[in-house]
């Protein structure tokens, strides 16, 4: 917040006291606080994470915006820096940390891989990007991106924080829980929410689903 907001708050203030107190709103005082204070959290998944810690290094040094300590717990961090290529294996535990994080938390996928799956979308063994379980906040294009490109992305998530306001703020609504089901790894990945689509899917009951064996549940017996 510039000194300048602060001075010109929109009503009058008698010219005697006019550079010694500020008068604001409580939501610019909370968002200022919070996006010049966030922490990410320290982890790093493929080629990504280089430039994420180049990011944090002497010449680019994301410290000027409040963040030199990468928190090695998700329970003291609220940014989570999603850099690199998410494979089948690891998302459960990225769903994990991102669940043991307290609100509020913001997630910023850095790089093709984060975003969409990058060169590696379609893979075995690639999820094509991480919003397919976790709510992102800002994507960060490139491969990989540049500490230039992930500070642009830190400070548009700064301005996106600055937009938010208490009274609206999911996290302090009575019933907000936003849990997400950790998906579980087999021989191939399953999302716990989607249930029903992969038994229909398994089932065939999809009348959509063309082709395959029609397979009654409760009989076990194909019809
Ligand atoms: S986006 Fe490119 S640089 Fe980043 S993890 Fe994927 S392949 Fe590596």
Known sequence: MSDEKLNNPGIEIPPELSNQIAVTTLDKIYNWSRAKSLWPMMFG??????EM?????SRFDFSRFGMEVMRPSPRQADVMLVSGTVTKKMIPQIVRLYNQMSEPRYVLAMGACASGGGP???GYNV????????PVDIYVPGCPPTPQALLHGLIMLTKKIETEKLSEAEWYK????EEIPVPILGPDLIDPRKYDVIKNHTFNEDPFIDGGLVIDQKQ???S
Do not use: P, R
Request: with cysteine.
């Open 45 to 50: 998944l493929a080629c990504c994470a280089i």
């Open 127 to 134: 999820v094509s990007g991480v919003d397919k379980f976790i």
């Open 174 to 177: 009575k019933d907000f829980n």
């Open 53 to 57: 810690i180049i990011t944090a290094s």
């Open 220 to 222: 076990g017996e194909q």
């Open 120 to 122: 590696f979308k379609e």
